[in-house]
């Protein structure tokens, strides 16, 4: 199945460090998301993006849209420890009648106190 | 709590068997989707259905079917299973977002399906 390359894999970080990752399509989104997903529970929307190059931010977290509609990063300053979970991307091409999304792998996010 | 309930959180059946996950979606929202999330597959896309009817269709295997009922909740039902269907199987619905074209989408906390 069809999914965003996103990256890095995981990082190990402490606690106050600022967190950067990336995710990448081949194809054009005309939305793009960030999920995060804790152990034994489903995604939950952080941020959505609506147009290229749209920077926003939701409290410590900051994504952005890229240009080329391919790609969008998402940055979290300050972690915390409650920040631990896996981020994922999620891409919706838009048009026509469904709202599917295509997700990244993940980025497994471990926050040391 | 998303509002998504989905039952049996946890199932455990043998290969050849057939199982049904059930889904529950928010109040008012219409449409429902279904998603898998495997180690090699990670989380990927089945189907969605809006008001009772089929809207998509992803990476859905010929033995896994799914259905909404006229109360909204949906069913998705696994038959001839396989080792490799083992999975988290996650429900999610929809409604618009505020100031957005997207519906966002709330998930439900999962089925986890082992077989064996």
């Known amino acids: 199945g069809q999914q965003l390359n996103q990256s890095p894999q995981s990082m190990f970080i402490q606690e106050g460090e600022d967190v950067s990752m990336n995710c990448t399509s081949s194809s054009i989104f005309n939305t793009w998301l960030w999920y995060k997903q804790d152990p034994g529970e489903g995604p939950v929307l952080l941020i959505a993006l609506y147009k290229a190059g749209e920077l926003t931010s939701n409290g410590r977290l900051t994504a952005q849209f890229g240009i080329t509609r391919k790609d969008s990063f998402l940055n979290i300053s300050a972690s915390i420890p409650s920040d631990v979970g896996i981020y994922f991307c999620?891409?919706?091409?838009?048009?026509?009648?469904?709202?599917?999304?295509?997700f990244g792998t993940g980025t497994l996010l471990a926050v040391q106190p | 709590d998303s509002g998504v309930t989905q039952t049996p959180k946890h199932l455990i059946t043998a290969t050849g068997q057939r199982v049904t996950l059930r889904c529950s979606p928010r109040?008012?929202?219409?449409?429902v989707y279904w998603y898998q999330q495997s180690l090699d597959q990670g989380l990927q896309f089945l189907i969605q259905?809006?008001?009772?009817?089929?809207?998509a269709k992803g990476n859905i295997l010929e033995r896994f079917s799914a259905q909404q009922f006229p109360d909204l909740h949906s069913e998705l039902n696994l038959s001839s299973l396989e080792l490799g269907d083992s999975a988290l199987y996650f429900c999610a619905s929809s409604a618009p977002i505020a100031g957005g074209p997207y519906n966002e989408q709330f998930f439900g906390p999962g089925t986890r399906l082992t077989v064996l």
């Open positions: 999620a891409g919706q091409a838009g048009g026509g009648a469904t709202n599917k999304l295509i």
């Open positions: 259905y809006y008001n009772g009817e089929e809207r």
């Open positions: 109040s008012g929202d219409l449409s």
